[in-house]
């Protein structure tokens, strides 16, 4: 860079090097070019790095520390002989100047004004460090005998109260004098619990693969495996052993209800199944003579009618009193069955009878149609 920068210089024809010495005094310029247009005031443009975190008061935004600023630099002071330099610069989020200078009794920089310092010191006192001594206490130690015999005696008193806690301290560092031993040991301590952790791992692997889950699994804990060991798991049985229990259910559950009924009730359901016409699908239709229609024929199918009649107005009176018998309890209620179906098997076998065991039903007459074909 400085090669390229004396390579391309010009130096015009006038030029003198005895007399001007150098092109800066041949244009009467400054090297810092910008930089230094303030230099009659005894200020210097610099780049300024913000020496710790501050709050701007103008905009109250924080400034981190190391952010960097064109600051005008300018000597305002003294201590000793180490000069004290003012730094003014611009925040760059808001027109209010920020104003700090050196202090060099303490080594650090102080805001002037139009910030406030963010408070991240530490305190050398409280932490119970030593202090570096004054300048003037270090010129009173050195002139006055007697201040330097207080001095003395208290800093021995101080001394006996330290002396537990260094012991305490040094015993503290002497076992952890054999670097090599202790860095050998907890080496092969960490070897040991890595390789338990990578068994783990893979259990974990396995049972998550087994039981296609996405989930990590968390370790177990001495309360899970207590809680576990109370569980008991029971399987619900197989197939077979749930349709055998439905059918001894099924089995063991009564055909009729428990609750009595009484003899009106069952000789209405008596009633009821002799006026019914049709029968249910998949059975014989129902005998004609039980709607009590009489149809009028030949004397030898008047003979064959009257039988069927009355074979068929038998069975089913039999078939009546079992069920009537199954669901009645009590005994007036059989009684009651078995009169009624022995008034069913006395009525006599003519078909006028017949029609009148039925007060309500109808007595149809077909004489005129079939009974003259038949003669």
């Not at 199954?326 to 078995?338: F, H, I, K, W, Y």
Request: glycine fraction near 4%; include cysteine.
């Amino acid at each position: 860079m400085g090669e390229r920068k004396g390579v391309n210089k010009y130096y015009p024809p006038d030029f003198d090097p005895a007399k001007h010495g150098s092109l800066n005094k041949y244009r009467n310029s400054h090297p810092l070019r910008e930089r230094a247009r303030k230099l009659s005031q005894g200020i210097l443009i610099i780049r300024f790095e913000m020496p710790y975190n501050i709050w701007c008061d103008g905009c109250q935004n924080h400034i981190g520390m190391g952010v960097r600023y064109n600051a005008e630099k300018k000597k305002v002071g003294n201590y000793y002989t180490t000069p004290i330099y003012r730094f003014r610069m611009k925040c760059h989020l808001c027109p209010n100047h920020i104003e700090m200078q050196t202090d060099p009794a303490n080594c650090d920089y102080v805001i002037v004004s139009g910030a406030r310092r963010k408070e991240e010191r530490w305190d050398v006192e409280s932490n119970e460090q030593v202090v570096a001594t004054a300048h003037e206490e270090k010129q009173k130690l050195e002139t006055d005998a007697m201040y330097k015999l207080e001095h003395g005696s208290k800093d021995q008193n101080k001394l006996q109260r330290a002396l537990p806690t260094l012991q305490d301290i040094q015993e503290a560092q002497n076992a952890w004098k054999d670097d090599f031993s202790l860095n050998s040991l907890l080496r092969r301590k960490f070897r040991e619990e890595k390789k338990i952790l990578q068994e783990e791992e893979k259990k974990d692997l396995a049972l998550q693969a087994k039981a296609n889950l996405s989930i990590p699994l968390v370790r177990e804990s001495d309360e899970d495996r207590h809680l576990a060991a109370l569980l008991k798991y029971q399987s619900l049985g197989s197939y077979e052993d749930k349709q055998r229990q439905k059918r001894s259910e099924i089995i063991d559950r009564p055909w009729f209800s428990s609750t009595p009924v009484s003899s009106a009730k069952a000789s209405d359901t008596l009633k009821n199944l002799s006026r019914s016409g049709k029968s249910p699908v998949g059975r014989s239709p129902v005998d004609m003579t039980h709607l009590g229609v009489v149809r009028q024929k030949s004397k030898d199918r008047e003979r064959a009618s009257t039988e069927e009649a009355n074979e068929t107005s038998t069975e089913k009176a039999n078939e009546t009193i079992q069920v009537n018998r199954q669901e009645q309890g009590s005994v007036a209620n059989r009684m009651s069955l078995d009169s009624y179906a022995e008034s069913a098997l006395a009525s006599p076998k003519t078909e006028e009878n017949a029609s009148s065991s039925f007060p309500a039903s109808l007595v149809a007459d077909y004489s005129d149609s079939e009974a003259e074909a038949d003669l």
